[in-house]
C-alpha cells in the first residue's frame, strides 16, 4: 500500500475547500478542530465508556463486523459522557453535514472504533448501502470521524475508494475494488468528513503497541430511521440535559420529521 492521501487544508481556505472536496471526492479531512486537551479528556472518557459497556453486559466485539476482537466497538456514546454530546454539535462538524444533506437532519448513531495491534479489515461497504436500498442517486448520509490518535495505514486507518459515492448501485462495485482501497491519514484533533455512499473498510493495525482511536458521528436525512432509537438509548436524565438542537437533532419531539422549518427554528434560538 504505497499511495497515502492526505488531503489536509490551509486553514484559510478549510471551510469551502473541504466542501468542494467532499462534493467531488466523497471525503475530506479538517484539521485541529478540537486541541490536545479535548482530545485526551475524550479519549479518557472513550476507555471509560468501554469498560463500563462490558460492565452492562454490551459487548464490544462484534463478531458479525470484525474477525477478532483487537477491534473494539463502543455503542450509544451519547449516553456515556457530556463530551461525546458536545462533539456531535460541533458547529463545523455541522456546516459540513449541512453542506450534504441540507439544513434537516438526524443523528443516526454516534459509536467508537478503537483498532488495537492485531485488528483486522471488516467488509467492504458503504454506510449509505446498509440502510438504503439502491439506486443511490443522492447523498442521503455522511459520516462525521473523530481522529483521537493520529491515523494512518498502519495503525488502521480507514481504508476507501476514492469517487466511489457517484456508484449507484452493487453492479457498480468492480470486482478488483479491494486493489483500489487507499487510506485516509490524519493527525489527532481532525475530523474527516465521508460521504454516506462511499465506499471503504476499517484498516489493519499492524503495529506492535499502538491503538487507534475514532469515534463516528453518523447523520442521515430525516426521512430515514436512525440506526438507534435515541428513546430507548437515552436514560430519561440524558434526555432531560439535551439542549432543544440536539433534542430535535435526535428524533426525541412530537415530531422529529418535520421538515427544514423546526430545526432552522432551532438554529435561531440557539443562537
Known sequence: MATHLRPELPNSHQSSDAKRRLHDEGWCVVPDVIDPQMIARALDRLHDAAAVSERQGVSTFMPVLDPNASNVRVFFLLEHDAIFRELICNPRALD??????????????????????????????????????????????????????????????TLFIPGSHRWQAHADVPVDAAKRLVPFEAKAGSIVAMDGRLWHTSGANVTANEDRALLFGYYSKPFLRPQVNWNAALSPATQASLDPTLHAMLGLGVTANSGEALYINLLEKRA
Open 96 to 157: 459540513l453535514v449541512e453542506a450534504v444533506l441540507g439544513r434537516s437532519f438526524l443523528v443516526s448513531n454516534f459509536t467508537a472504533n478503537i483498532a488495537r495491534p492485531g485488528a483486522r479489515s471488516m467488509t467492504l461497504h458503504s454506510d449509505q448501502s446498509i440502510v438504503v436500498p439502491e439506486p443511490w442517486h443522492a447523498a442521503w448520509s455522511i459520516n462525521i470521524i473523530w481522529c483521537l490518535t493520529d491515523v494512518r495505514f498502519e495503525n488502521g486507518a
